[in-house]
């Protein structure tokens, strides 16, 4: 049987949490291994915009939550155990319903570590309605990416 992790433990895995006024996202970089790069994150219930990663493809594992997943304009539920692969370039976005954790192992990481480029965009229709500034949203998201530090991070 397993037990609850000893939670000092889980203060060693770099995490940031972050603020926007649509979003609040919090992100646990458990590591970069062959390339892959390997992060819990947190979403609270509401909706998260649709964007896409054109050089990075993602595969999702839920670990906890429900809602519905939006891949590529089509919606489809979600609950523990689920898995979802995002390829590149397909816009992805989520209608939680209970606050969600997943993994989420990406081919290549969002942020080029050597260039700090970063590979999101958001869908536009998304960014006209909601009027979002994505050179902050890129900025949010270097800073999430581009630093192992554990300090919070408000936008």
């Known amino acids: ?11 060693e895995i770099p995490y940031k949490k ?7 996202l919090d992100v646990y970089r458990i590591g970069v291994f062959d390339n892959l790069v390997y992060e819990l994150v947190k979403i609270n219930k509401g ?15 839920i670990i906890s939550g429900r809602g519905k997943i939006i891949i590529n304009g089509g919606e ?30 990406q081919n290549n990481p969002i942020i080029n570590i050597k260039t700090g480029e970063i590979d999101i965009e958001y869908l536009e229709k998304w ?4 009027k979002i500034n994505l050179k902050l949203a890129e900025n949010i998201v270097r800073q999430i990416f581009a630093t192992q530090n554990l ?3 408000d936008v």
């Open 151 to 153: 300090e919070e991070l």
């Open 127 to 130: 960014s006209r309605t909601k």
């Open 18 to 24: 972050v603020r926007t006024k649509v979003e609040t």
């Open 47 to 61: 909706n998260y915009p649709q964007h896409k990663h054109n050089n990075s493809e993602a595969k999702l594992h």
């Open 76 to 105: 489809k539920n979600y609950k523990k155990w689920d898995n979802f692969f995002i390829p590149k370039k397909f816009y992805h976005g989520f209608n939680v319903k209970t606050e969600t954790l997943f993994l989420s192992i």
């Open 1 to 11: 049987m397993f037990k609850i992790i000893d939670k000092k433990i889980l203060n």
